[in-house]
């Protein structure tokens, strides 16, 4: 469909179009799934013939009076906002079942509601994707000129000496990926943001579960969260955190309200990875928590860039997060996932990134160009306690920094800036 016809704007291509367009030619319908205000409608509309908002007071009518009547129309046909309407879920899997076509209906949500006995699992029916606010690549603020997929396949980039700013790595962690506020100056994004965040906590949260605590302790989390980004953190470790506004609060509570959380797709939890050790040590099973979008952490912490730039170990951490976020949505669209490592002699992996037919890539993030070396030593001490025999060499060896240079070092790791780094 036309997006500017129907709300007003030009589509923005995305990196996930590909992966909705190769989903829909295979499931009977496509659910994508993100935070709210990330892109999900324009792209669902992008690839769809016709469309229904279920966040309008016509359409909530008729639902009450002839659900089956909301999903006629020309396919795939985009349902957006499904959540609001979740008894619409056993109408599509029975459309779906009868449709002669795959693709027929794509489900934009922005949360998961929760189990309901009574709704089919839509097991074999549908498909599930995750879309994400924009990746530096999206926002223009990266070329792209270095493909994560080419490096991947054994591309090696030649060197390149052109490097960012720190100021212009700062001023990127300060903008933020969602669509409509991107073009925003970093102060007018910071506003926007904060009231998004007071959006979650105030009314989101309480249409998934009632929460025994009041607005600023929700608040209070997801600063804590925010200053935990990229690094592993326990709920008790959060619970403590809680304390002065939440002197009763309790490790199992957080642990619900993060999980609420990230059913609003505000948090991301990164897994961490099970792979075979040639030493003794010990795997560290805790995930590691982001936010959605790395500026909504630096809002969160109440920064802006002048402090990020007074400051470059949390505007370490904050970049750490802005090249996950990235890392996730790249690796996806190449059918991966992304995890961390972490082992009890302290060799950790910032990132690792699975790919089918077993490939897979160890990645360090440094924040400048002075740490190459380092993170490459990392790199190698930490594949040095990897069982590979098992999981076999990996296919990429990468440290991604904010402003060093572009090559391939002598062992054959290879490391890049963010801003030249593409799917």
């Known amino acids: 469909m036309d997006t500017r016809e129907t709300l007003g704007h030009d589509y923005l291509p995305r990196v996930v179009d590909a992966q909705l367009g190769r989903l829909l030619e295979i499931g009977g319908a496509v659910v994508i799934e993100g935070p709210r205000a990330c892109g999900k409608t324009m792209t669902g509309l992008n690839a769809a013939r016709s469309c229904v908002f279920l966040d309008e007071d016509v359409t909530r009518r008729l639902i009450d009076l002839a659900p089956e009547a909301v999903l006629d129309g020309d396919r795939p046909r985009l349902l957006d906002e499904w959540q609001l309407a979740p008894q619409l879920w056993n109408q599509v899997r029975r459309a779906v079942d009868s449709a002669t076509q795959p693709g027929a209906f794509i489900l934009t949500g922005s949360a998961v509601p929760a189990d309901d006995a009574t709704r089919h699992t839509g097991a074999g029916r549908f498909l599930r994707m995750r879309e994400r606010t924009m990746t530096w690549f999206e926002r223009g603020t990266s070329t792209g000129a270095l493909s994560l997929g080419a490096l991947i396949d054994g591309d090696r980039p030649a060197a390149s000496a052109t490097t960012s700013p720190y100021h212009d790595v700062v001023d990127a962690l300060a903008r933020t990926g969602f669509p409509a506020l991107a073009r925003l100056e970093p102060a007018a994004a910071a506003v926007a943001l904060s009231g998004y965040l007071d959006d979650v906590v105030r009314a989101d949260l309480g249409r998934l579960a009632r929460t025994r605590h009041e607005p600023t302790v929700m608040r209070a989390l997801i600063r804590s969260l925010a200053r935990a980004t990229a690094a592993e953190v326990s709920w008790r470790t959060l619970a403590r955190d809680l304390r002065p506004v939440a002197p009763d609060i309790r490790p199992e509570t957080v642990a619900r309200y993060v999980e609420l959380l ?162």
């Open 262 to 423: 990230e059913r609003l797709f505000v948090v991301e939890r990164i897994p961490a990875w099970a792979v075979g050790l040639r030493s003794r040590a010990r795997l560290r099973t805790a995930p590691k928590f982001h936010l959605a979008d790395p500026a909504l952490a630096v809002t969160a912490l109440s920064a802006d860039a002048a402090q990020l730039t007074a400051d470059p170990e949390t505007t370490g951490f904050i970049f750490e997060s802005a090249v996950v976020h990235d890392l996730l949505v790249f690796s996806e669209a190449l059918g991966g996932q992304v995890y961390h490592y972490r082992d009890s002699n302290g060799h950790e992996l910032d990132a690792v990134l699975t790919f089918p037919r077993g490939r897979w890539a160890a990645v360090e993030v440094k924040l400048g160009a002075s740490q190459i070396e380092k993170g490459a030593r990392s790199l190698a001490r930490t594949m040095q306690q990897i069982d590979t025999s098992v999981v076999g060499e990996p296919a990429l060896k990468l440290v991604v920094t904010g402003t060093g240079p572009t090559a391939t070092l002598s062992d054959g790791t290879v490391t890049c800036p963010l801003h030249v780094l593409g799917p």
